[in-house]
């Protein structure tokens, strides 16, 4: 099956520093990709939308300043969360859409990020 | 919009037993997916089942069979013969086809006994 590969798994930060979070389809193109949010025990949040070329599309009340998504190519997306903040603490995971594959979404293994 | 909704956040089942997990959804869609997602400890996503909503006929994978009542909007997952290593957070998913606009519900956290 199709492979996605999200890293980093784990990254531990300083409050005020970026970090950015890589999500890559390893073998086969992915013309979009999403990036989701999900905290302890809770459901994964559904945060930005990102097309290939384009600029992404952010679900309401995500700061689209903060959450950086950049998809500069059909096998690269990466979330920069900037400035972070204790509260930006959670656990990233990215899906990707491959060409051709509508029905199915492959996803990474997730980050945690905690913010000190 | 569309929402998800499991109603039940933890279950319990003896090894070997069936269980069944409910999930309704509310969606103004024609087309579109939906799925249930097993997140284990790792919290690696992992897709369990897929029903196209076109297709009447219910999916079946192994031990796992969902019964999908379109009219009800209704989508819950049968596990038969239950096994310790299906003890997981399990989600139920909604997918519009036109643009793979991915929606999760809460989650239900199953555990098997032994």
């Known amino acids: 099956g199709a492979v996605v590969s999200q890293h980093p798994s784990r990254v531990i930060c300083k409050s005020g520093t970026s970090v950015k979070i890589e999500c890559r389809s390893l073998?086969?193109?992915?013309?979009?990709m999403f990036w989701y949010r999900q905290f302890p025990k809770q459901s994964l949040m559904l945060m930005a939308t990102?097309?290939?070329?384009?600029?992404?599309?952010?679900e309401q009340g995500v700061e689209k300043d903060k959450f950086l998504i950049n998809h500069a190519s059909l096998t690269l997306s990466t979330l920069t969360v900037t400035s972070a903040h204790p509260e930006d603490s959670s656990f990233y995971i990215c899906?990707?859409?491959?060409?051709?594959?509508?029905?199915?979404?492959?996803f990474g293994s997730g980050t945690q990020l905690s913010v000190l | 919009a569309q929402t998800v909704t499991q109603s039940q956040p933890e279950m319990s089942v003896q090894e070997a037993e069936t269980v069944t997990l409910s999930c309704t959804y509310d969606?103004?869609?024609?087309?579109?997916?939906l799925f249930w997602y097993k997140q284990p400890p790792s919290r690696q996503m992992i897709l369990v089942i897929r029903?196209?909503?076109?297709?009447?006929q219910n999916a079946t994978e192994n031990r796992f069979s969902v019964n999908f009542q379109k009219a009800a909007k209704s989508f819950s997952l049968k596990i038969s013969d239950s096994q310790l290593g299906d003890t997981a957070m399990y989600f139920c998913?909604?997918?519009?086809?036109?643009?793979?606009?991915?929606?999760f519900g809460a989650g239900t956290r199953l555990t098997v006994k032994p």
């Open positions: 899906s990707a859409r491959g060409v051709g594959i509508r029905e199915k979404l492959f």
């Open positions: 029903q196209e909503a076109y297709k009447q």
């Open positions: 990102s097309n290939e070329g384009s600029k992404a599309t952010y």
């Open positions: 998913a909604f997918m519009k086809r036109q643009n793979n606009d991915m929606r």
């Open positions: 969606t103004s869609e024609n087309n579109y997916y």
């Open positions: 073998d086969f193109q992915a013309t979009t």
